[in-house]
Nanobody, 122 residues
Framework: QLQASGGGLAQAGESLRLSCAAPGRTFSSYSMGWFRQAPGKEREFVAAVSWSGGSTYYADSVKGRFTISRDNAKNTVYLQMNTLKPEDTAVYYC?????????????????WGQGTQVTVSS
């Protein structure tokens, strides 16, 4: 249902842009978020955006470096990642939050994509 793409290998300080598309589905009425999971660690919140794009939420670790946005006409949400650091290395997942609740908590998300690997070398 959700297809994440755009991951890859980058050097520290470089940028990547992730995309999450929902072919054949409409998620324009729902908040969407990005989470990540590094090897041996729990999945953690990265960023989220409200259905309209008017409100955004970020983890402290990425604030000022990452930007989440969405294009509802294309059923796509983006995560622009600048000034990447080795600690950003993880599998990144996009997700849809249909109902109320904190944007920061993964249990509040209802649909998940398959993940895309981001590797940042020093």
């Amino acid at each position: 249902q959700l297809q994440a793409s755009g991951g890859g290998l980058a050097q520290a300080g470089e940028s990547l842009r992730l995309s999450c598309a929902a072919p054949g589905r409409t998620f324009s009425s729902y908040s969407m978020g990005w989470f990540r999971q590094a090897p041996g660690k729990e999945r953690e919140f990265v960023a989220a955006v409200s259905w309209s794009g008017g409100s955004t939420y970020y983890a402290d670790s990425v604030k000022g470096r990452f930007t989440i946005s969405r294009d509802n006409a294309k059923n796509t949400v983006y995560l622009q990642m600048n000034t990447l650091k080795p600690e950003d290395t993880a599998v990144y997942y996009c997700a849809v939050k249909k109902y109320s609740g904190s944007h920061y908590a993964s249990p509040n998300y209802d649909f998940w994509g398959q993940g895309t690997q981001v590797t940042v070398s020093s």
